[in-house]
């Protein structure tokens, strides 16, 4: 089978680039991945991950040979990695970028001859490509950003593109992009921030720490991530996040005054809930459902493959899996399915094994 691309280049080899190359390859969708980093020793993990094929640490004529080109630097570098590239950028490449601001890159790439803006919103605190993995885009919201100088045939084929690397692509201008993903991402990342520097300045921090359960740590998980990377990605959306903050004090205000209020506290904390609660629903419309169940599991070497076996042998395919703890009732597993068939078959047979098994929600 004939790749869709013979030659693709990715510019950054951080962990959404990995991510991204590997998905190609994985994918079928691309036939050579050229890779390039400043970094020679990150241009070693992409070839020993299989993530590239070839490697570059300057940018050169190389680049005017590819068919597809995703911009993968942090996306403070962006602007001056384009206009490296600039003087060797030809019409037979369709350039794209996975930078989490978009207004100034858009602006940035209006040299290049074809290029349509992208971001998509996937992650995860550990960065590098070493953490890489195709999976990592599959069922991610993958925001695309024409401007009125985006070639709507070069849209669709970067829409389709996301479609097969397993993502879902949705069109918004740039700037509203930006406004968003600062309410979204970029916030509760300063306000995971916030949230350690309490603890890490209050005079009883180690107790602090002790006493920190689940909700804490689900609550801050994104400040473990690059804090470089992090900040070039708060500070190029500077404006948005912003007016982001203020809108975050007026409601921490509101909450400070409800205080004295328990009823209207109640109010406020309905809303949420509400907010909170439909989240799922959103989700569920963009990405495939999953049938789960929870199975409860013996603290014993060799469960896990016991349960895997099992339904192999049974011929049902597990989609996600996700290794739980709960206090009272010792380990337990999050299986997910593709079809409510194979969330019924997967009960019996862990059941007639001897599993409690529950069907969540």
Partial sequence: MRPRYAKVGVFGLGLLGGSAALGLKSRFLAGEVHAFDRDPKALEAALALGAADRVHTEIGPWVADLDLAVLAAPVGAIPALIEEIRPHASEKTLFTDVGSVKGPVVRAASVLPRFVGGHPMAGSERAGVQNAHAGLLENAVWVLTPTGATDPADLEEVETLVSELGAYPLVLDPELHDRLVARVSHLPYLLAVALNLLVSRDEKKDLLMFLAAGGF???????S??????RDMVAENREAVGAALSD???????LEAALENPDELIHLAEEAKRTRDALPVVKRSLLPVRHELVVQVPDRPGELARITTALGEAGVNIK?????????AGGAIRLGFAEPGEKAAARRVLE??????VSPG
Avoid: C, N, Q
């Fill in 248 to 254: 975050l004090k007026a409601a921490l205000a509101e």
């Fill in 217 to 223: 740590r689900d609550l801050t998980r994104v400040a």
């Fill in 320 to 328: 996600d899996i996700e290794v739980l703890t709960i206090r009272d």
């Fill in 225 to 230: 991530g690059s804090p470089r990377m992090s």
């Fill in 352 to 357: 007639g094994i001897g599993y409690r098994v």
